[in-house]
């Protein structure tokens, strides 16, 4: 079954007043229900994505498909209903919490019975109760960064883009905010999309990570993330999967592991004879499918694995839907997120 | 004149100058926020002349406003057919002209001043181009109410354009302002200091009862 697409971006430029072309992606796409991260260095874009996600600027060229639909000049406002987006370093309207919080219902013009009970609801899930009647004035910035997420969940939201969520927030509560998030796409049934510079944190916490360098999709949500456990055998450093098999690295901490496996470093060759290398793992080609420039790939078999490759790549190497095949990944090529 | 007589004319001329001045005041304001929010909030070519303009505009002497006014409202001017020379209409025509470019210019500015995240904010939260621009006029209150102020002060406090279009006319166009300019030609001082005092005293009340509001919302 193919999964639904909530955007689908083609061909978008941005840019900004003095000429700089801020974000150039040629083709995105994002599933319906997923929890994305965009990650990248200051300046790759990421905000700039966000905000056009969030309908809030129109780029100068380019295509947005919402739902299926292609997003008219005027649409914005209407899609702005559903869609949301927390920014980094919020800014809360002067007044009090529950005005701030209430605001999303009075514009959607909720009944005003209802607004106590969805705000106190609101601020319950970012752990906030008893706020209500606080002046903004003397809030600080992490909990000016939950009530902005609480005003933000109150109107129930079908997408929620969150731009650097916990960058306020302090250590103690960026456990809480990351369980929030997950709650929200859980329970609400909400799509997410996140913005960090914390890789680990994008890992743990999304199905996909899109990774942004000097406005451009430098890999688009393909990665491999797995857990394992730290092992040295003969000099070799290796991490163990739960699973049963292992991959060699240049180096791990012992004990529990999380680390990522680019899609597109993994070198796909049709069985028999393939690629050489420590880690070699056979497997099935289950799914292709032309993303882009690109073919994705899924390989299913004792090393379950996702890959990118060109076209030319693919029918060259005689890589085929149902055939054997076999997958090696550099060491070299394995991120360790954390331990 | 008897105290009591003193007083009824005292309050007569207070009546007048309070009516006109609060309805071109309103007026103005009607124009004036409107404007000096677009001003603000739209990028245009020669938006940074026309704010230049409206600022040097504040600094318009009343008398030129009288004579202008006088221009268009006399029986020869283009607005003469209409009749209100000499009437309370045209002092309100008058300081409605004199208080257009004060609120404009503090309204361009407050607004101005207002974080930009204000509207970006509340269009995220799923605001209409009305809602948010709504929302920035809340959050730049302060400084727009203090605007309305500024205006009601410049046009309560002028004498040359209520004194050229009104006629200072006892009972009919008589303002405070210009009764104290006549009483104190004719060395009346005592009624020209009582009548500045009046002035004073009306101009510090509204002062007041506006900031008490305002540190109440505030």
Redesign the interface.
Known sequence: MSEEILYRLRGIKRVVTDGRLVLDIEDLEIPEGSLTAVVGPNGSGKTTLLTIL?F?VRPEEGEIVFRGKRVEAGDE?AL??IV????QA??L??GSVFKNVA??LR??RVPRSQWEGRVREALALVDLEGFERRSVKGLSGGETQRVALA??LV?RPEVVLLDEATAGVDAARVEMVETLIQDVSAKLGASIILSTHNLAQAYRLTDRVIHMSAGRVVRGGMDNLFSGHGEHENGWNFIRLRSGPRIAVPGCPPGAIRFMIPSASIDIAAAPGGGEGINRYEGTVTRMEIRGRMVRLRVAGELGLRAEMAPEEVEKRGIRLGGRVVAVVPPEAVQILDS | MSSEALGIEVFDIMGVSLRVSLVATTLATAVSVPAGFLIAVREFCGKRTLVAVINSLMAMPTVVVGLLVYILLSRSGPLGFLGILYTPRAIVVGQFILALPIITALTYAATSSVDERVRKTAESLGATPAQSAWMVLKEGRLGIIAAVVAGFGRVIAEVGSAIMVGGNIRGYTRTMTTAIALETAKGNFALGITLGAVLMAVALSINLMVDTFLGRRS
């Open positions: 969030a809030l406002v702005r209903r949301t987006m927390v920014h919020p800014l309207f002067h605001y999303g514009i959607r005003r933000s109107f």
